[in-house]
Antibody, heavy 117, light 108 residues
């Protein structure tokens, strides 16, 4: 069955870099795109960016200067790196599989990231 | 970016009641790219309706969607206790993909 799981540090210092890993199973990263979506507590989700099935990437313009998404298909992993973190980057970070019409049909459980000194 | 305005922001309904949520986009979007999610406390958002009106796998028939252009709606024909959640619309028509601010459904 399709599964995604996020992993990474729960606490990041302000101005530091966040590194998250999404490990997937039940589908191929060369057949489906994977997106990162984050959600501050009590607010709506925000799409951050995508790793296309062909290896290309797309980013939310609001985050593009700080964000990098990559992958290792041999390990079934997609990576997120975002630098210059601030307190308003605190929230739950999800990796998601994308369906044909740019909807998110499978989600990881999410990982909570707190930006604080 | 396309802004999605959801209304109302909260609903209090009785079991068995019909509820409708509206999502209005700041620019016209193709109905193929308007989707709805259900998020229960402490859980990830779950896809409920995709491409305006298609129910995702396993979603009960009491959930439905409609709309076109800049105006879309999501309806629960007869609310059940398990439907208590926050509902979000999302557009995949243009980058950046955006979500509405959510509608919180509670039971009376």
């Amino acid at each position: 069955q399709v599964q995604l799981k996020e992993s990474g540090p729960g606490l990041v210092q302000p101005s530091e870099t966040l590194s998250l890993t999404c490990t997937v199973s039940g589908f191929s990263l060369t057949s489906y795109s994977v997106s990162w979506v984050r959600q501050p507590s009590g607010k709506g989700p925000e799409w951050m960016g995508r790793m296309w099935y062909d290896g290309d990437t797309a980013y939310n313009s609001a985050l593009k200067s700080r964000l990098s998404i990559s992958r290792d298909t041999s390990k079934n992993q997609v990576f997120l790196k975002m630098n210059s973190l601030q307190t308003d980057d605190t929230g739950t970070y999800y990796c998601t599989r994308e369906g044909a019409r740019w909807y998110f049909d499978f989600w990881g459980p999410g990982t909570m990231v707190t930006v604080s000194s | 970016a396309i802004v999605l305005n959801q209304s109302p922001s909260s609903i209090i309904a009785s079991q068995g009641e019909k509820v409708t949520i509206t999502c209005r986009a700041s620019s016209s979007i193709s109905s193929n790219y308007l989707h709805w999610y259900q998020q229960k406390p402490g859980a990830f958002p779950k896809l409920v309706i995709y491409s305006t009106s298609y129910r995702a796998s396993g979603v009960p028939s009491r959930f439905s969607g409609s709309g076109s252009g800049t105006s879309y709606s999501f309806t629960i024909s007869r609310v059940e206790a398990e439907d208590v959640a926050t509902y979000y619309c999302q557009q995949g028509s243009s980058n950046p993909y955006t979500f509405g601010a959510g509608t919180k459904l509670e039971l009376k």
